[in-house]
């Protein structure tokens, strides 16, 4: 008899599914597929983080070693972007980098889910990192911040065409992050997913034609762990930057 295989609809994998559903006021606040995988993310990088310090060796073992290694890289990236004065913000840039990092890690595990796939997800993080570096901007430097519009030593005549298109460049900052960062996790998971589907089809059919799609498989898995590294890597660098700008400035 002959057997028959499809390729599983690649989107479905990004369908945010309720699991408790409840309503305060009128408003949809069930708790989905997402937020349990945010809530996971969340305890699992708390319990590394704990577990990997609580001996605080003067050998560290492995788990020490990773976690002292983090916190390291985390630290040199601020130092060389934002400089002696982005010590203070040091709390917020690690928790956002080791967020997104398990964000896109364990989105690739067999029946997770990638909450930075959604791009309502990168926004609203690329968004508090908008408006928090905004408010801190404003609070160094008060009305002298509009100077990120039109620096110093500028030529006044060129006023109408730098200005506006140095705001439409600082409000296009958000976007552009969570873009980025959901753009890349989504195509990713579209195409292990595809190739996923080639493996079961072929496979399930002829052995030795399912060997090629599985290989691909393999070499992308293994791309999509070096993205997903990047990307949190990418994401919480340029928001150094706006940090950077925001103390700074131009």
Avoid at 100 to 106: C, E, P, R
Avoid at 171 to 189: D, E, I, K, Q
């Amino acid at each position: 008899m002959e057997r028959v295989a499809t390729v599983s609809n690649p989107i479905e994998q990004f369908e945010i599914k309720p699991l408790i559903d409840f309503d305060v006021g009128g408003y949809n606040l069930a708790f989905t597929n997402s937020s349990l995988m945010m809530v996971a993310v969340v305890v699992l990088a708390t319990a590394f983080l704990t577990l990997s310090v609580s001996s605080r060796s003067l050998i560290p073992g492995r788990w020490q070693s990773l976690a002292e290694l983090l916190y390291e890289f985390i630290s040199g990236m601020l130092r060389d972007n934002v400089g002696s004065a982005g010590r203070a913000y040091f709390p917020f840039i690690f928790s956002l980098f080791v967020f997104v990092l398990f964000g896109n890690v364990l989105g690739l595990f067999p029946l997770a889910f990638t909450f930075t796939s959604h791009i309502i997800v990168t926004f609203a993080m690329a968004a508090v990192v908008f408006i928090g570096v905004t408010v801190i901007g404003f609070a160094k430097h008060g009305f002298g911040y509009f100077r990120m519009f039109f620096p110093h030593g500028v030529p006044v005549f060129v006023a109408p065409i730098l200005v506006p298109v140095e705001i439409i460049s600082y409000f296009s900052r958000p976007l552009s992050l969570a873009v980025r960062l959901f753009a890349n996790m989504t195509a990713g998971h579209i195409i292990l997913t595809v190739l996923g589907g080639f493996v079961v089809t072929l496979g399930g059919m002829y052995v030795l034609p399912g060997i090629i799609p599985f290989a691909f498989v393999s070499a992308v898995t293994l791309l999509e762990i070096g993205i997903a590294l990047l990307q949190a890597y990418v994401f919480t660098v340029l928001s150094c930057i706006y940090l950077h700008d925001a103390i700074h400035m131009h």
